[in-house]
C-alpha cells in the first residue's frame, strides 16, 4: 500500500516544485548554507502539498482517469489503493506540510496555503472553465516561484514573476495540445473543457506566449545587473523551440517531464543551468581580468 500511495504522490511531477530554488541562485546567495536549508525544505513541504493534491485529484477524478488510456493505469483509478486509505493519508500529509511551513515564516505558509487553496479550487472547478484553467496552472507555478523567495526572505523580481508566469502557460497549452490529439474523439469524455479548445486556437496561443517569453527573458538579460547575463537567450530561445519541434513531430507534449528523456532539451536546459550559475558567480569577470593582465 505505501508504495501505491507514492505513485499517486506522482514524485514524477515533483520537479515543477525546482523553480523555488530560483530565488536564491538569481538573488546572489548560492554560498548560503542557511537560505539552502530554508528553500530545500520549502521545495520538500510543496512537494507534500502537491502529493497530497495529486491523491485527492486523483479521487475526484476517478471515473474519468478509467477512461483514459495511460492515467486509467494509476493506483486509485486500477482499484490497487483504496478511496478511504488515499483520504486519510492525504489529509495527514497536507496537514503536517502546512504546519511545516508556518515554523519557516508566516508569509511563506499564507503563500503555501494559497498553493494549497488554489491547486483543489482548479480540481473542483477551474479546470472546467476554458483558459481559466491554463491560467490558473500558470498562476501555481508563481506562486511556487514566490513562495521560494519567502523561505529565504529576499527581494521577488517581476521579471521572475513573469517568465514563470509564461513559461508554465506554454507548457501548459502544449499539453492541453497534446490532449487533444491523443485522444482525438475520447478527449471531452476525458476532460470535458476540451471540446472548448482547438488544436488551431492552441497553436496560436502557443506561438503568442512563446514570443511574449522569448521577449520577456530577453528584456531581463539586458536590464540584469551583470550584462553577460544576454549570453543565455540562445539556449532560452533553443530550449522553447526545441520543445516546440517535439510537440509537433513526435506529440511530445502530454506529460513535461519528458522533456528530461530528450537529450537535445536535456543538454540545453544543462548548458544554461551552468552558465547561469557560472555567470552569477562572476566567471566571466574573472576571466576578464586575468586576461587584461596577462
Known amino acids: 500500500m505505501l508504495k501505491e500511495l507514492i505513485t499517486s504522490m506522482r514524485p514524477k511531477q515533483w520537479y515543477k516544485n525546482l523553480i523555488l530554488l530560483v530565488g536564491i541562485v538569481f538573488s546572489h546567495n548560492l554560498f548560503s548554507l542557511s537560505m539552502w536549508f530554508a528553500v530545500i525544505s520549502a521545495f520538500t513541504i510543496f512537494c507534500m502539498i502537491s502529493g497530497g493534491d495529486y491523491i485527492i485529484n486523483d479521487i475526484l477524478d476517478i471515473e474519468r482517469d478509467k477512461r483514459h488510456p495511460i492515467k486509467r493505469k494509476r493506483p486509485i483509478a486500477s482499484g490497487r489503493l483504496k478511496k478511504s486509505h488515499a483520504i486519510l493519508f492525504a489529509s495527514v500529509l497536507i496537514i503536517i506540510a502546512l504546519c511545516g511551513s508556518y515554523l519557516i515564516n508566516s508569509l511563506f505558509f499564507i503563500v503555501s496555503l494559497m498553493f494549497f487553496v488554489l491547486h483543489n479550487a482548479y480540481t ?41 508566469f509564461l513559461l508554465a502557460l506554454f507548457l501548459a497549452l502544449g499539453k492541453r495540445r497534446h490532449e487533444l490529439i491523443l485522444l482525438g474523439e475520447e478527449a471531452k469524455k476525458h476532460r470535458k473543457i476540451l471540446e472548448e479548445y482547438s488544436t488551431e486556437m492552441l497553436d496560436q496561443m502557443i506561438g503568442i506566449t512563446s514570443g511574449a517569453l522569448i521577449i520577456s527573458y530577453s528584456l531581463y538579460t539586458f536590464l540584469a545587473d551583470n550584462n553577460y547575463m544576454m549570453l543565455t537567450i540562445p539556449f532560452a530561445v533553443y530550449g522553447l523551440f526545441r520543445y516546440l519541434f517535439l510537440v509537433h513531430a513526435t506529440n511530445f507534449g502530454g506529460e513535461t517531464e519528458m522533456i528530461f528523456k530528450d537529450k537535445g532539451m536535456l543538454l540545453c536546459m544543462v548548458l544554461w543551468a551552468v552558465l547561469v550559475v557560472g555567470i552569477l558567480c562572476g566567471i566571466p569577470d574573472v576571466v576578464v581580468r586575468v586576461g587584461e593582465g596577462g
Not at 136 to 156: H, P
Request: proline share 2%; glycine share 2%.
Open 124 to 164: 473542483l472547478f477551474l479546470k472546467h472553465i476554458i483558459l481559466v484553467d491554463v491560467l490558473t496552472i500558470s498562476t501555481n507555478f508563481v506562486i511556487r516561484a514566490i513562495a521560494g523567495c519567502l523561505a529565504i526572505s529576499v527581494l521577488i523580481s517581476p521579471w521572475l514573476i513573469l517568465c514563470a
